[in-house]
């Protein structure tokens, strides 16, 4: 079975990308509204976004809220973002730490007889998070 990457929630948010959580038909501004709306974003419960850049690499990604935010939602991020390091914006006051929980809890993969994939998303939590704490709740739900 997997176990969790010790990374996995880091307070460490240097080059972090932005998920912007977005409630259902919230205004999306500027050229991420005109992308938003040709890829049919509307905040919807679990849909994601990704948002490229100039580069060909990614600037970020939206992801739907529906119409009340619900942390243990952000469990299905670790799946659906990418590969590298993300930030979570727009949540509430006291959600980060249940999202950066249910994001590790989605993490888990039952990977035994499976070859692994490259590399997981992971998430910055900041200062303010006890990332090693919630990482070994994880890893106990994972057993």
């Given at each position: 079975?997997s176990?969790?990457?010790?990374?996995?929630?880091?307070?460490?948010?240097?080059?972090?990308?932005?998920?912007?959580?977005?409630?259902?038909?919230?205004?999306?501004?500027?050229?991420?509204?005109?992308?938003?709306?040709?890829?049919?974003?509307?905040?919807?419960?679990?849909?994601?976004?990704?948002?490229p850049?100039?580069?060909?690499?990614?600037?970020?990604?939206?992801?739907?809220?529906?119409?009340?935010?619900?942390p243990?939602?952000?469990?299905?991020?670790?799946?659906?973002?990418p590969?590298?390091?993300?930030?979570?914006?727009?949540?509430?006051?006291?959600?980060?730490?249940?999202?950066?929980?249910?994001?590790?809890?989605?993490?888990?993969?039952?990977?035994?007889?499976?070859?692994?994939?490259?590399?997981?998303?992971?998430?910055?939590?900041?200062?303010?998070?006890?990332?090693?704490?919630?990482?070994?709740?994880?890893?106990?739900?994972?057993?």
């Amino acid at each position: 079975m997997s176990a969790l990457h010790p990374d996995l929630l880091t307070a460490d948010d240097e080059g972090a990308l932005p998920v912007r959580i977005v409630r259902k038909d919230e205004p999306i501004e500027g050229v991420w509204g005109a992308w938003a709306r040709s890829n049919d974003f509307t905040g919807k419960a679990g849909q994601l976004l990704l948002l490229p850049c100039s580069d060909d690499g990614l600037s970020g990604a939206l992801f739907g809220a529906g119409d009340a935010f619900d942390p243990m939602s952000v469990r299905a991020l670790s799946a659906k973002l990418p590969e590298g390091l993300w930030r979570l914006e727009g949540l509430e006051a006291g959600h980060l730490e249940q999202a950066a929980l249910a994001f590790a809890l989605g993490a888990y993969r039952f990977d035994r007889y499976k070859a692994r994939p490259a590399g997981p998303a992971r998430l910055a939590v900041g200062s303010g998070v006890d990332a090693a704490a919630l990482l070994r709740i994880a890893a106990a739900c994972s057993k």
